[in-house]
């Protein structure tokens, strides 16, 4: 980051987003702490980020658009019986995308992993793009600023941050989890019900 700058840390954003080895917390505190010590500036450092972040978004889309509606209900067709998977379960996910996507796509960009993978889903439903980066680039503009800020108010020490995100990202994972199971229970009950009707 020191050696490439703006360009450094839009890269970095960008492989965080498509696969995360180093948190966006970490690259943007840090970035946040540059702007201390270097010639780097918040403003500047923030539309850097936000490029790299929305650039990795909009690959994670491309990619969901090759996994759209048509070709989900072909799977479904082939291995529906093994995953216990229905064309209604499918076509159910992408309507409430279709209503909520927009919202979501907003929201989830201040959520820790489900920031990047809810790319995915957004281009499976097909999304319009133009409108996935409006609601992709806000959000982000909004994380980024923060962190970076935050970055550059606490100086060198910046770690503490990443501290506190830590806290966070592990109580976002655990909710993210039990949703997770709830989903899983519900799901199954419902498919018992379904036998049983059957």
Not at 65 to 70: A, I, K, N, P, Q
Not at 71 to 95: C, M, P
Not at 142 to 170: K, P, R
């Amino acid at each position: 980051m020191e050696q490439f700058g703006y360009f450094g840390v839009a890269f970095l954003i960008m492989i965080e987003n498509l696969f995360p080895p180093i948190p966006s917390e970490v690259i943007l505190t840090f970035g946040g702490f540059m702007t201390t010590t270097t010639e780097l500036n918040i403003p500047l450092m923030i539309v850097a980020a936000t490029i790299g972040a929305v650039v990795g978004a909009a690959i994670l889309y491309g990619v969901g658009t090759l996994l759209d509606v048509e070709r989900l209900d072909k799977i479904v067709d082939k291995y529906g019986n093994i995953l216990r998977i229905t064309h209604e379960d499918i076509h159910k996910a992408d309507s409430w995308f279709d209503r909520y996507g927009f919202w979501t796509v907003f929201f989830c960009r201040f959520v820790p992993l489900i920031r990047s993978l809810i790319s995915l889903p957004a281009g499976m439903a097909n999304m319009n793009f133009g409108l996935f980066l409006l609601f992709t680039t806000v959000g982000t503009v909004i994380w980024n600023t923060v962190l970076i800020y935050l970055g550059a108010a606490v100086g060198s020490q910046w770690e503490m941050i990443v501290h506190y995100m830590d806290i966070y990202s592990n109580i976002a994972y655990v909710i993210i989890a039990i949703i997770g199971i709830a989903v899983i229970i519900w799901y199954i009950r419902k498919r018992k019900q379904t036998v049983k009707a059957d």
